[in-house]
């Protein structure tokens, strides 16, 4: 099945970005540096981080829905059910060597549930955008975690427990829909409106590599950094 060199380059951006947040992350934890990472140009930098990945998520089922056709529906619950379970494995490991503030409901469960959940909407273009609106704006005029329905912390409608990564359905889910939307207007019949001519070079070799295996990336980057850093402070 063709793939689309423009997406797994952005997604090996997406990686690269992801990558360098979490170095500093680790950083601070082990005291090598000081810095406020939800603040600022670093906040900023988290929140585009994590936008990116969701939005290509998004313009991804749109292209999936078209080249799996009548049976897309069953392909995203598999592979929503695939992301969650890796996002349960991250809240395993977390559980085990942060108690205190483990990972229940980060960025692969929002993917996983995205996925299913938008099964009703991949096929179509101003819906979804009109909705992510919607999913954007809600819990800007109004804070939705006053609601304080615990069973539904996932969906941002109650007081999030501490946790290391936190990505509800609000407003994170209207970085997938906009995705959607986007993606059904520029790869109509999952083929590109506008066709882009690849680059020759070696950056973009590496990010796409690093975007067509951005999943497993996700899973062992950090458990390398972390280690790695942690080594460090034995010497």
Excluded at 126 to 145: D, G, K, S
Excluded at 196 to 212: C, I, V, Y
Aim: hydrophobic share 55%.
């Amino acid at each position: 099945m063709q793939r689309f060199w423009e997406i797994d380059f952005l997604r090996g951006i997406a990686i690269v970005m992801m990558v360098v947040f979490h170095f500093l992350w680790d950083l601070n934890y082990f005291g090598y540096i000081q810095v406020d990472l939800y603040k600022g140009f670093f906040g900023l930098f988290q929140i585009a981080t994590a936008g990116l990945f969701l939005l290509l998520v998004g313009v991804m089922l749109a292209v999936g829905a078209e080249r799996h056709n009548k049976n897309y529906s069953l392909h995203f619950v598999k592979r929503g059910i695939k992301i969650f379970c890796a996002g349960l494995l991250v809240t395993i490991v977390t559980f085990i060597f942060f108690p205190q503030n483990f990972v229940y409901f980060g960025i692969l469960h929002l993917i996983g549930v995205s996925i299913i959940i938008s099964i009703p909407l991949a096929k179509k273009k101003l819906i979804p955008l009109v909705l992510a609106i919607l999913v954007l704006v809600l819990p800007l005029i109004n804070n939705l975690q006053l609601i304080g329905i615990n069973a539904l912390v996932w969906v941002g409608l109650a007081q999030p427990l501490n946790t290391l990564d936190f990505t509800p359905l609000f407003p994170w889910f209207s970085a997938v829909l906009f995705g959607i939307g986007l993606g059904n207007y520029f790869y109509p019949k999952g083929k590109r409106l506008i066709e882009l001519k690849e680059p020759k070079n070696s950056l973009n070799t590496k990010l796409q590599f690093l975007g067509k295996h951005s999943l497993l990336i996700y899973l062992i980057h950090q458990p390398i950094i972390f280690g790695l850093i942690w080594l460090t402070t034995l010497l």
